[in-house]
């Protein structure tokens, strides 16, 4: 059941930071749709209510109006504090129980949001946290790292209470709700572990860890596809670098090696840099008869050069004849030694055409790479 109401503040200038938060992307995406999408997952949350600055509302109203969310969305100006933009999205709430999120900490887990509303069934405050894990020294005195608690959010509690809390004070300069709670009701938090993946970003340095991160999760694929005829004739049928027979091969520009061809046009599709024909076209005469593992390897510096690593290669060969059986281990052999991966990363299978093309030899490559 919907019961639930999700507060992201997202209404701070970023002064340490030097731009406004709410103009930060991750994986290419607004921070706050990075959030939304996250919260459409979890089924209690019936609403968003994402405040902005004053300044760039009407920016991000027409930012979010070409943006589909499958959860109700209301956009408000914040106040000049945070606790005031809390005061003025909590009225607009239409759910009791709140979950109140610092919009610059962009990775809760599901589980922690889970726990917390689950708390809060029994409890008027859930607050998540962590113990820092280095030494702490204040006043060139050495404390306790386990009697050291380093809030995050989000932190969940009540419309009804909060509404409470500021009706009692005239104070509108708080922190967050456990010390608004805390002072104003005596409420004390029930505090609940987090962990440091939910950080909170803050400082320029802190953009740099966020772009660390988003590099450990940026994966692309490419997938290539190359097909030739074949004619039985003096010459060799030659596949990732291999002679797999006399007496036949690829009618081709250069050697015609169907598999690194393909692979090096999936390797380009995956970084977005064209095909083999821009870089090695057929009409150059330079190129003829050349063997292709120097094409590889020319793409191959570009590829390191990106900073890309290979996570996996599978390549689908299909001839009729002849079989290619033994020669496959043969191939993933040579390309792990070109392509300076394990052998385990690259899965080669063979199949034929079912007799529809006899002369003919092709191959798909797909590739599964990520930017370190």
């Known amino acids: 059941m919907k019961d639930t109401s999700f507060i992201l503040l997202g209404a701070g200038k970023g002064e340490r930071l030097g ?15 990075y959030h939304i999408k996250k919260l459409e997952k979890i089924n209690f949350i019936g609403e968003v209510i994402l405040t902005v600055p004053e ?12 943006t589909e969310f499958n959860l109700p969305l209301k956009i408000v100006k914040g106040g000049k504090t945070r606790a005031e ?43 998540p946290y962590v113990n820092p894990s280095d030494t ?12 050291l608690k380093l ?5 969940g509690t009540k419309k009804s209470l909060i509404l409470k809390a500021f009706k009692k004070t005239k104070k509108r300069d708080f922190p967050d709700e456990s010390t608004l709670l805390k002072e104003t ?20 340095e802190d953009v740099k860890i966020l772009k660390e991160i988003e590099n450990l999760f940026c994966f692309k694929t490419g997938l290539g596809f190359d097909i030739h005829r074949l004619e039985y004739k003096k010459g060799n049928l030659i596949l990732g670098g291999i002679k797999i027979k006399e007496g036949i091969r690829a009618i081709g520009h250069s050697d015609g090696d169907v598999v690194i061809h393909s692979l090096i046009d999936a390797i380009l599709g995956a970084m977005g840099k064209g095909d083999i024909g821009e870089y090695f076209p057929d009409t150059d005469k330079r190129w003829k008869g050349t063997k292709s593992e120097f094409f ?11 900073g890309y690593e290979f996570l996996n290669i599978d390549i689908t060969v299909f001839l009729e004849e002849p079989k290619l059986k033994d020669k496959k281990r043969k191939i993933k052999k040579n390309l792990a030694k070109i392509l300076g991966v394990k052998e385990s990363k690259i899965n080669i299978k063979a199949k034929t055409f079912e007799g529809l093309f006899e002369k003919t030899v092709a191959c798909y490559s797909l590739v599964f790479v990520r930017k370190i």
């Open 55 to 66: 300044f760039l509302f009407e920016n991000i109203k027409k930012e979010i109006k070409n």
């Open 85 to 127: 933009s809390v005061e003025i999205a909590v009225k607009k709430a239409n759910f009791e129980y709140l979950l109140i999120h610092d919009l610059a900490r962009p990775f809760p887990s599901i589980e922690l949001i889970k726990k917390i509303r689950k708390k809060l069934k029994t409890k008027d405050l859930v607050v």
């Open 151 to 155: 809030i995050h959010t989000p932190q």
């Open 19 to 33: 731009f406004p938060k709410i103009k930060l992307k991750i994986f290419n995406l607004p921070i706050y749709s």
């Open 185 to 204: 009701l005596s409420i004390s938090p029930f505090y609940l572990k987090d962990n440091f993946f939910n950080f909170k970003i803050t400082f320029k």
């Open 296 to 306: 590889l390897k020319e793409i191959l510096k570009i590829f390191k050069a990106e």
């Open 136 to 147: 702490a020294i204040y006043e060139d005195k050495l404390i306790k790292r386990e009697s």
